[in-house]
Every structure is written in structure tokens, then in C-alpha cells.
């Protein structure tokens, strides 16, 4: 069996493959934690899944592991949370490389790309070019892995913006909902949002292939762009099947537009993996809760 060590355990990306690994029974998962409290309240330790403080991880006081996930990281532009977040970066570098590690998968940014015009996708092979202080510490938190040769095998994957309930889709569909009109201020300004469930999936589909065969770089998107509009369009067109009946306020800016567009075609080809969960299927989702008063992130 092989032993699959998730860091950020507890955060959102991290919970869920967390979760979707132990399912599959396949291996034997260890989520680092900074408080077992937060992890056993979810999960219920068994053959399949155990946790380590990130004390005792830092310190190199865990078995050797066949791949390591690291979903640890601040998201923040704080100066001072980024630096602890880089400063926790180093030691787990220098750990791993104590601990014997076959393979590292780090999670990385979108956001470490220049922005490109109108149109273009970033490949793996573009130009790097952090668009701000998170980001530019996720390029570094990169080059640290590669510096430390950590792991013998060491992929880094740039996500796309993962669908949550702090971002707009939730916020559109809310507004809807409460007969709210959806006003938009940069309408053409591009997004593309990946489900949480397919970022998972994804990493899964990493997971599975053999070392030798992965990728040092990959990008983990819905691989196209969409508008705000043609975000805030569907989620009307969605809703009107449940018989609500929505205003599109649009309000021009000169605000400029945002490339975020991201080929994920190395992704695709190499793993077989497709994003599965459509804009539609994740504003149901969103209704669905909103209907039952319980919203989760």
C-alpha cells in the first residue's frame, strides 16, 4: 500500500483530497495537521488514514512516503503571513529530504504567469511574471522544492481560482435568489473557475501516474475563459429553470481586461483527466443550499 502525506489537511483543498483518497482505500493517507482537533473532528482515523502534527513532521519524525501533496499555504497578500508561509516552505523541504520522499506534488498558482493579451491561454511554457505578492511567493515556494531536490521526483501544479463561496458565482446566484438584480462593473473582464471537486480529481489522476512519467510543470484549470457576463448570463438562464426571474445590470468601466485563461492540454493528455463539473452544475449546487438556509464553503 502506498502512503500518500497531504500537508494542509485541514484547508479546503487539502480536506477534500484528504477525503476522496481515503475513499478510495487504495492507500494509506497522512493529513499533517497543526491541531488533530480540526482533522478528527471530520475524519475518523482508521487502516486507511492517520494524521502527524506538523511538528513532529518538521522535524523528520515520519515513516518515508511515496508521494507527498503539499496544499499548505497562506492565501493571503499579508507580507508577514507570506513570509511565515515560505519559512514553513523550507523546513518541509528540508524534512522531506530527511524523511526519504518518492515523489512531491506542490500546489501552486495561476497567478505566477505574465498576463497575456486578449484571447491567449498560458501554457506551462509562458512567461512567468507574478501578478502580486501571493503569487510571487507561490513561484518561490516552488523554486525552494526544486533548490532542496526534496523529493526524487518533484511536480509543481499551477490551479486555476477554485469555486467557493467567497467568489462571485455564489454571489450571482444568492442575489437571484433573494430578487436581487446582478449589477456588473467589468463585464468583460475574463475568470475561469475550477470546482473544487475536479481540482481534486486531478490530483487523484496525478497521484496515479507513475513518477518517471510526471511532468515537472502542469496547469490544473477548466482549460478556456469565460467573461463575468458570461458567468452572471448562466446563472440567470440557470435559475429561471426554478422559476426565478433575474436583472442583468451592466455598468461599463475602463477597467482593463484580465487574462485567466490557462491550456491544460499537458494535464489532459498525460492523466486522461477532464473537469467534469459545469457553471450550471455548481450554481445548482449553490441554489440547492441556499433553498435548504445551509451554505457551505
Known amino acids: 500500500m502506498r502512503t500518500i502525506l497531504v500537508t494542509g489537511s485541514t484547508g479546503f483543498i487539502g480536506s477534500h ?3 476522496a483518497l481515503a475513499e478510495e482505500k487504495h492507500y494509506l493517507v497522512i493529513g499533517a495537521v497543526e491541531d488533530d482537533n480540526g482533522f478528527t473532528d471530520r475524519y475518523e482515523c482508521n487502516d486507511y488514514l492517520q494524521t502527524i502534527p506538523n511538528c513532529e513532521l518538521l522535524k523528520g519524525n515520519a515513516p518515508r512516503v511515496d508521494v507527498v501533496v503539499n496544499c499548505a499555504f497562506v492565501r493571503s497578500n499579508d507580507p508577514h503571513l507570506l513570509a511565515d508561509a515560505l519559512d514553513f516552505t523550507a523546513k518541509l523541504a528540508a ?3 530527511r524523511i526519504g520522499t518518492g ?3 506542490n ?3 495561476q497567478g505566477v504567469y505574465k498576463r497575456l493579451p486578449e484571447g491567449e491561454l498560458q501554457t506551462e511554457d509562458s512567461e512567468i511574471a507574478p501578478i502580486d505578492l501571493y503569487s510571487m511567493a507561490k513561484y518561490a515556494a516552488e ?3 526544486l533548490a532542496s531536490a526534496c523529493a526524487a521526483f518533484i511536480t509543481n501544479v499551477r490551479l486555476a481560482s477554485i469555486n467557493m463561496k467567497q467568489r462571485f458565482l455564489f454571489t450571482f446566484t444568492k442575489k437571484i435568489f433573494e430578487g436581487e438584480p446582478i449589477v456588473l462593473t467589468a463585464p468583460y473582464q475574463n475568470a475561469a473557475l475550477l470546482d473544487v471537486k475536479d481540482a481534486v480529481s486531478g490530483l487523484q489522476a496525478l497521484i496515479r501516474l507513475p513518477d518517471q512519467e510526471r511532468k515537472g510543470v502542469y496547469n490544473l484549470g477548466i482549460g478556456k475563459q469565460m467573461t463575468i457576463l458570461d458567468y452572471a448570463s448562466t446563472v440567470i438562464n440557470t435559475m429561471k429553470a426554478h422559476g426565478y426571474s433575474g436583472e442583468l445590470i451592466v455598468q461599463e468601466s475602463n477597467q482593463a481586461l484580465k487574462n485567466s485563461g490557462m ?5 489532459m493528455h498525460d492523466t486522461r483527466w477532464n473537469p467534469t463539473v459545469t457553471s450550471e452544475k455548481m450554481i445548482e449546487e449553490y441554489y440547492t443550499e441556499l433553498l435548504g438556509g445551509v451554505v457551505r464553503l
Do not use: G, H
Open 263 to 267: 491550456d491544460c492540454t499537458r494535464m
Open 17 to 19: 483530497l484528504v477525503k
Open 95 to 97: 524534512a522531506l529530504k
Open 103 to 105: 515523489s512531491l506534488i
Open 107 to 109: 500546489i501552486s498558482s
Open 143 to 145: 523554486k525552494i522544492f
